[in-house]
């Protein structure tokens, strides 16, 4: 899977953001961008996925694979979004969690990509834990887990790596980006750290407003 993003004009509230831009991300792939704050990096991210709220215009194409997705509904798009916070439900299970992301399909099946995934992240038999027991970077990792359950087309990272120590960061940067390699998903990557840009990997620098 590739993604194609070209951005004609992006404004906010009629403030103009970024124009001129085109992001070519290869499958497996992942696409640093780079900015002061309040460049739009965010803003982006949103059209991209198709969340953004009405103060944004966007003037351009979101294409993966050659498909055009920009007029396409937020869950037609089957692009995935990690944040900072890893947003898991708290009164559910790991495992409880990681099935609501898998697509429908029989019991037994769904089940069975939940324990590889929790394999894939390093967490093989915690489908019971209860999240609040897990650490920033246990729970950092079934929120990757359950972004790729999900089987998205390409994935969208802001700031996934902002809350974690430093030690934790660099496993963290390896697993997400060996996971997406191994998936062949192509990933837009929003950060501060030049640490987090993945090796080989293109970045592109946002301007002041
Ligand atoms: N719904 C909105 N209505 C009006 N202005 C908005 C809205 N959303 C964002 N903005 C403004 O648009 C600009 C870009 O915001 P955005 O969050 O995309 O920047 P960012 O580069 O991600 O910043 P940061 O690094 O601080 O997260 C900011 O000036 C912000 O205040």
Redesign the pocket.
Known sequence: MSLRVEVRSLT??G?P?MAGLAIEVPPGAVHTLM????????????VVCGTA????RFEGSIHLDGERVDGLPTRRRGIGILFQDDLLFAHMTVRENLLFAVPAGPRAGREAAVRQALGEVELDGYESADPATLSGGQRARVALARALLARPRALLL??PFARLDAALRGRMRELVFGTLRAHGVPALL?T?DLQDVADGGRVTR?GE?
């Open positions: 906010v509230a403030q953001l900015g002061p704050s309040g460049c739009g990096k965010s803003s982006l991210l949103a709220p009405e103060a944004v802001d700031e929003v501060h946002l407003r």
